[in-house]
């Protein structure tokens, strides 16, 4: 008989650790997911991941000659306004860069995009903490593009020529 | 009374002995449970270890391969023809088109430069737009792919978006008449490939399609002329 209870608390005391693993993973994967979702993305370069698909951020391309595209992809968090922000800052920060001053904006678009993103929850099974997907969802992302053109150093520059530091100076504070 | 005595010492003794019994048998049982248990976990484990082990050789064996020109050639049913008075009959030559990404078999499939050109070339060609000569077209296009927006493996609807600007100069006095950015989209589902690598690169080559379709409708509805003098 007091074998059989000293098996019953153990076994007892085995389930109340499974849970509070159980409990403790859970919290952790709530915290996890409000702080990565919770902020909007800042100017920051869109990382590659090992698969080579890209992150939240900027990245750019050189067209041709002083012609560059940039674009910026923000999480769901992200407004449309604040990557057109990035974007105009990045393209100022590419011209002084490249030892210009001044830049023209030859495209430019906004988009909303769409990303399909499993919905999972953590079961316990068998021991282990199991992810299980029970669903998807579509998550609604910005994306702001924008094409520009560096333009050579000379005394004077056209009217719709924005100056790099002026840019810098005006947006650098609320999003770097 | 001695008997009495050892009568029930007797009883005693039986009965320690039953629940020594009843009690190995439950240890027994135990036992049992706890090696049926001990093999299921173990089995569980090289259930793992044998599907990681497929995994790897899907990874391994499938290699991810470029998006296919062929496929990335918008449907020609979906346009009327062009008259053969319009200004763009035989008379593009793609210049330039660039911005892809080689594919690198270890990772995911990409549209190449090469296959967006070659795409290119197959879509005029289909439309009579593309001129017999690179050097005497009456157009030159540029395009150049911006942006491929691919899904990081978080669904199973593989959704890719594609940014391209395309850029018509007339030859003659280097006008550009045509200068935007399009953006496409399209959704790859289960339904359409089961492997997520195929469908990913179904999801990019349905977006590149999209896309040169969206151009193609917008050149169809500009009033382009041969030369400034017309």
Partial sequence: ?176 | MKNFVRLAEEKIDRYKKNRLISFSKKKNRNNKSEKVRRISLSQFLLFVRLILMIAMLGVLGACATPARPGHMVPESALFPSYSPDSALRNAIAISKAGGGEKTNPLLVSKVGDKELHETLRLSLSQYGLLSTSDVDALFRLEVFLIELKQPRGEGLTAIVDSVMRYKLTRSGDDQVVYDDIITASYKATVGDALYGAHRLKLANEGSIRANIAAFLQHLHSLNISKSPIQ
């Fill in chain 1, 1 to 176: 008989m007091p074998m059989r209870s000293l098996r019953e608390v153990f076994m007892a005391e085995r389930a109340m650790g499974a849970t509070k693993g159980l409990i403790g993973c859970m919290i952790m994967l709530i915290i996890l997911g409000l702080v990565g979702c919770a902020r909007p993305t800042g100017y920051t370069k869109a990382s590659s991941f090992l698969t080579g698909t890209k992150g939240y951020g900027y990245s750019d391309k050189r067209i041709n000659g002083d012609e560059f595209s940039i674009v910026v992809l923000g999480n769901p968090s992200t407004s449309k306004a604040r990557v057109a922000e990035i974007a105009l800052l990045r393209a100022a920060h590419l011209t002084k860069e490249e030892g210009r001053t001044h830049f023209v904006i030859i495209k430019q678009k906004t988009e909303t995009t769409e990303r399909a993103v499993l919905i999972s929850i953590p079961l316990w099974f068998g021991g282990l903490l199991v992810v299980v997907p029970v669903g998807e969802k579509t998550n609604r992302e910005p994306m702001a593009i924008l094409v520009i053109r560096l333009l050579p150093l000379q005394p004077a520059y056209p009217p719709d020529a924005l100056n790099a530091d002026e840019v810098i100076e005006h947006l650098a504070k609320h999003l770097e």
